[in-house]
C-alpha cells in the first residue's frame, strides 16, 4: 500500500508538471492525492502505525483491545490532525496576508505606484517597476504582487512585446523578493513553522544571492528595449464613489497593513506562537482602521468599490487548496516510511547538499516551487544541536541544524527553478496567461540568463559557508 500512495503522489507530480499542457487544474490534483493518499493509508492503518509508532499507540491504547476502529481513532487524532495543523498555519497566513493585500487594494493604498512609472526611458521605467515588485513581493505573495504589478504595467504600456519584456521582469523580482523572507513565499514560511530557519538569518543569508538570481536576468532584459518606450499616461482613479480617503489616510493604512507584516517575525519571536496569529491580529487592526475612516461611507450603505479582479480572488482560493493538498500528500508520504528511507538513500549515496539544491532546481522548473521544494525539505527534520554528537559526519549533519544551510540552498534553489521556464511558479504561470509568453522564448531570452545567476547565487552561497 505504501507502493500505492507513493504512485498516486508521483502522478499528481506529473500531472502538476504537466498542467500547462494537460489543462488539469494543479490545486484540484494535490488535493485529490492529498485526500486518497490519507484514505488508503488509514484502511491498512495497523501495519503503519506498528511500524512508524508502536510506542505511541500502545500508550494510545492504554489495555484496550487493538481493533481496527482503536487505529483509525490513533491515526485521526495523533498522526493525522498534526499535518492539518502544519497546513492550517500556512493557509491562514496567506489568507491573512491576501485579505490585508485586498483591503490595501480597494482603499487605493497602492495607486501611488503609478506616480513613480512618469519617465518614458525604457530602461530605468523597467528597473523602477522591477524594484518595487521586489520591494513588495519581499512582503506579501508573489501571485498577488505579480498580477497587481502586470495590471498597472498593462495599462501604461500599450505593445504586447514591450509589455512581454515588462512582465518577464516583473516574474523575476516578484519571485527573488518573495524568496528573500520568510513571509514572501510559501515555502520559506514552512521552513519558518517547522522551526529550521529564523526570519532574520534567512534573509540575511539570501540577500546577496538573491539579488545576483534577480539583477543579472533583469539588466539582460533591459538590453532588448528600445531608448524609448511607447507608454500611456493613467490618471489616478477616480475616488469620489468607492471611498473618501485621502492621501495621508492611504498612508496611514499603508503603514499599518505593511509595517504590521514587518512585525510578525518580532511577534513569532517574542510570544512563540505561529505566525499566522501575528498575521490574524495586523488584519484585524486593519480592518477596523479601514471601517473607521470609511465610516461615512458605511452609514450609508455605500459599499467599497471591489477593485480586485475575480480572476485572483480564484486564484487566491486555488493557491490555498493547492499548499493544503501538498502539505497532507507529502505528510501521508512520509508517514509511510518512504520519505525515510529516500532521505537514508540520498545520504549514504549523494551525501552533498549541493547536489540536492540543483536536484530541487531542476524540479522546479516545470513542477510548482512549493510542491518541489517541499518535498526535499521534508527528507529531513531539524536535527537538535544536542544530537548533533550522535552523528558521524558532525559537519554534513550540521547542515540539518535550525539556520542550517541546507534550508537555504532549497529554498534559493526552488525560487531561481522557478524562473528558468515560467512552468513552476505561479506568477510565471499568471504572466503566461496574461500576456500569452511562450516558454520557448522565455527560455531563449530570459531563461538562460537566470540559469547563469542562480549558480552565480549557489557559489556565492557556497564561498559565504566556508569563509
Not at 198 to 204: G, I, N, Y
Request: proline share 3%; glycine share 8%; net charge positive.
Amino acid at each position: 500500500m505504501a507502493l500505492v500512495i507513493v504512485a498516486i503522489l508521483f502522478i499528481g507530480y506529473v500531472l502538476i508538471a504537466t498542467g500547462n499542457i494537460t489543462k488539469v487544474n494543479k490545486a484540484a490534483v494535490a488535493m485529490f492525492a492529498g485526500t486518497v493518499g490519507w484514505v488508503l493509508y488509514i484502511s491498512y492503518g495497523t501495519d503503519f502505525v506498528m511500524g512508524q509508532h508502536p510506542r505511541e499507540y500502545v500508550d494510545f491504547l492504554v489495555g484496550a483491545t487493538p481493533t481496527s476502529t482503536a487505529v483509525k481513532h490513533f491515526v485521526a487524532q495523533n498522526i493525522f490532525l498534526k499535518y492539518v495543523g502544519k497546513g492550517a498555519e500556512i493557509v491562514f497566513f496567506l489568507l491573512s496576508t491576501m485579505t490585508i493585500v485586498e483591503i490595501l487594494v480597494n482603499n487605493g493604498c497602492f495607486d501611488f505606484i503609478t506616480e513613480c512609472l512618469r519617465t518614458r526611458n525604457s530602461r530605468k521605467l523597467l528597473w523602477i517597476m522591477a524594484v518595487i515588485t521586489f520591494l513588495i513581493s519581499a512582503n506579501l505573495d508573489n501571485l498577488t504582487t505579480t498580477t497587481m504589478m502586470l495590471v498597472i504595467m498593462h495599462g501604461i504600456l500599450p505593445n504586447r512585446r514591450q509589455r512581454m519584456i515588462y512582465g518577464c521582469a516583473i516574474v523575476l523580482a516578484a519571485n527573488c523578493g518573495g524568496a528573500l523572507t520568510v513571509i514572501g513565499d510559501p515555502i520559506g514560511l514552512v521552513l519558518w513553522n517547522a522551526g529550521a530557519v529564523t526570519a532574520t538569518d534567512f534573509s540575511a543569508s539570501l540577500a546577496v544571492p538573491c539579488l545576483i538570481g534577480w539583477i543579472v536576468p533583469t539588466f539582460m532584459l533591459s538590453r532588448m528595449l528600445p531608448r524609448c518606450v511607447d507608454r500611456q499616461y493613467m490618471s489616478l482613479p477616480y475616488r469620489g464613489d468607492d471611498t473618501r480617503l485621502n492621501r495621508w489616510q492611504r498612508m496611514l493604512m499603508l503603514f499599518v497593513g505593511i509595517g504590521g507584516l514587518w512585525f510578525i517575525p518580532t511577534f513569532h519571536n517574542i510570544t512563540k506562537l505561529s505566525p499566522f496569529l501575528g498575521a490574524m491580529c495586523v488584519l484585524s487592526i486593519l480592518w477596523i482602521v479601514n471601517e473607521v475612516v470609511n465610516r461615512k461611507l458605511m452609514n450609508v450603505d455605500v459599499m467599497i468599490q471591489r477593485r480586485t479582479p475575480r480572476v485572483l480572488q480564484y486564484g487566491v482560493i486555488q493557491l490555498l487548496l493547492f499548499v493544503m493538498g501538498i502539505i497532507l500528500a507529502i505528510g501521508v508520504m512520509t508517514e509511510t516510511g518512504v520519505v525515510y528511507t529516500i532521505a537514508q538513500w540520498c545520504d549514504d549515496n549523494i551525501h552533498n547538499i549541493w547536489i540536492m539544491g540543483v536536484a530541487a532546481g531542476l524540479m522546479s522548473t516545470v513542477v510548482d516551487t512549493f510542491a518541489s521544494s517541499s518535498l526535499f525539505a521534508a527528507l529531513h527534520g531539524v536535527v537538535e544541536p544536542f544530537r548533533l554528537g550522535l552523528w558521524v559526519d558532525t559537519d554534513y549533519m550540521s547542515m540539518y541544524l535550525q539556520n542550517g544551510l541546507y534550508w537555504k540552498v532549497i529554498a534559493y534553489s526552488a525560487a531561481m527553478g522557478g524562473n528558468i521556464l515560467l512552468l513552476g511558479s505561479t506568477s510565471g504561470l499568471a504572466l503566461m496567461k496574461m500576456e500569452r509568453v511562450h516558454v520557448g522564448w522565455y527560455f531563449r531570452n530570459v531563461g538562460s540568463a537566470v540559469v547563469v545567476s542562480w549558480l552565480l547565487g549557489l557559489a556565492v552561497m557556497w564561498l559565504m559557508s566556508v569563509c
